[in-house]
Nanobody, 124 residues
Framework: QVQLVESGGGLVQAGDSLRLSCAASGSTVSSYTMAWFRQAPGKERQFVAAISWNGGSTDYADSVKGRFTISRDNAKNTVYLQMNSLKPEDTAAYYC?????????????????WGQGTQVTVSS
């Protein structure tokens, strides 16, 4: 079993930056593909970014390319999402996900482990 805990969300203004963290426990996730998804009120959960077990492969949603960067520190069992140039449309609850048997282009239904989410609100 893997437990994931997100942190780092908050209320910021458009153009600001935030860094989200996802700390894993219960099992080492150094072999897992890790990802970030987000969900705005009344909308479906959508893919944001993913990173392979060794960081050698990443994938991003078109809406965040060039602004967000996913990274991981396997020694700390932690994945990060650096979010720059934030926009009001980035406002959502952000969820960390992990799975041992998926690639970085996996979808929301492919991940077995999820955190509880952290809220990001971007004001205009």
């Amino acid at each position: 079993q893997v437990q994931l805990v997100e942190s780092g969300g908050g209320l910021v203004q458009a153009g600001d930056s935030l860094r989200l963290s996802c700390a894993a426990s219960g099992s080492t996730v150094s072999s897992y593909t890790m990802a970030w998804f987000r969900q705005a009120p009344g909308k479906e959960r959508q893919f944001v970014a993913a990173i392979s077990w060794n960081g050698g492969s990443t994938d991003y949603a078109d809406s965040v390319k060039g602004r967000f960067t996913i990274s991981r520190d396997n020694a700390k069992n932690t994945v990060y999402l650096q979010m720059n140039s934030l926009k009001p449309e980035d406002t959502a609850a952000y969820y960390c996900a992990a799975d041992l048997f998926v690639t970085v282009d996996a979808g929301v239904t492919d991940y077995d482990y999820w955190g509880q989410g952290t809220q990001v609100t971007v004001s205009s």
